[in-house]
């Protein structure tokens, strides 16, 4: 029987009993190993958590860094624009500066000057007023500049003003005593006879007045003298002669009749432009034709036309070439005062 037992059964036994010896080892190894694994895993996991918040922190910081970087941009675009705003505000206050100082200069030099600015404004209303009075004979406007002119000069109660006073004085006094006519009444009587011609009857539009008187004595007669009358009339209608008393009649169609008013109205126009540039010949002539076309070519027998011939004929007579005084006295005084002292300086 001992003889059968193997000799590697006789060697395994010491193996098993360090076996059994070495198990609480392994086992703390095992434990150590396990231990050491575990604190390795979470390690890793914190490192990796580590990681993840390091990245994403510095997606954060890049983000920041990007609107950072955005509201620099914005920052340094809206600091351009404030310089050039700045610039531009620099600039308009150098203009303005600029303006005040030549306004300041202007004042200075006006108030300097007070005395040559009040010349120079009177003798541009003088001047106006001799146009005026030259062109349109308008005497009211010449002695209301005159009177103005003094008005200025007395409320500055210089006493070198008192010589061109006097000069204004006479000029006022030859202004007042001048005779003449209205002529911004004549004017506008000439502007109601232009505003008449299209309700001037014409000449071939008149009807002969015995059919009138006829009507009325048939009316008195009896029945039957008033059929045949009136038969008779439907036949002498239908052929009619009409004496217009005149030795040239003229027929006219309706486009000659509109031009024949228009030219009309023309030459009174340039009758009342004639009368304001007080030229005597083309006023009486342009009135002379108007007043030959009226009783050429209108009714004289109707109203309006006989009372347009007399405002003609009343116009012709009252003349256009009146002679007025002039305020040349004044103006040249105001211009000699003006020029004194740049001589003497």
């Known amino acids: 029987m ?4 193997s000799p590697v059964s006789a060697s395994e036994r010491p193996r098993r009993r360090l076996g059994r010896l070495a198990s609480p080892a392994a086992i703390g190894f095992g434990l150590v190993a396990l231990l050491l694994g575990w604190q390795w895993y979470d390690s890793r996991a914190e490192q990796n ?9 510095l997606r954060d910081v890049e983000a920041d860094s990007r609107d950072a970087r955005l509201v ?7 600091l351009r624009e404030a310089q050039a705003k700045l610039a531009q505000l620099e600039l308009k206050l150098a203009e303005s500066q600029d303006r005040q100082l030549a306004l300041e200069s202007l004042y200075q030099d006006l108030s300097r000057n007070r005395d040559e600015w009040v010349i120079a404004e009177i003798e541009q209303i003088l001047t106006l ?17 005159l009177q103005t002119a003094d008005a200025r000069l007395a409320r500055s109660q210089r006493p070198q003003f008192l010589p061109l006073r006097s000069v204004f004085a006479r000029d006022m006094e030859r202004l007042k005593a001048a005779p003449g006519p209205d002529f911004s009444d004549l004017a506008s009587r000439i502007d109601q006879l232009v505003a008449s011609v299209d309700s001037l009857p014409l000449a071939q539009d008149a009807r002969p007045g015995a059919a009138v008187e006829i009507g009325a004595a048939r009316g008195q007669a009896g029945f039957w003298e008033h059929l045949g009358g009136s038969l008779l009339d439907e036949l002498k209608d239908l052929v009619r002669i009409q004496n217009t008393e005149r030795a040239d009649p003229v027929l006219l169609s309706p486009t000659q009749v509109f031009f024949l008013r228009e030219n009309l109205k023309l030459r009174l126009l340039n009758a009342r432009l004639a009368l304001l540039a ?11 034709a108007a007043a030959s076309w009226l009783e050429r070519y209108f009714d004289t027998r109707s109203h309006a036309t006989s009372t347009a011939i007399g405002s003609l004929n009343r116009l012709s007579a009252a003349g256009a070439s009146v002679s007025l005084p002039s305020i040349a006295e004044s103006l040249a005084a105001v211009r000699s005062y003006k020029t004194a002292p740049r001589k003497a300086s």
Not at 129 to 145: E, F, I, T
Not at 278 to 288: A, G, Q
């Open 49 to 57: 958590a580590l990681r993840e918040e390091i990245v994403r922190r």
């Open 129 to 145: 007023a001799s146009q005026q009075l030259q062109l349109a004979g308008n005497v009211r406007a010449a002695l209301g500049a």
């Open 2 to 5: 001992q003889q059968g037992i």
């Open 278 to 288: 007080r030229d005597e010949v083309i006023y009486r002539n342009d009135l002379k």
């Open 72 to 78: 620099a941009r914005q920052a340094q675009e809206a």
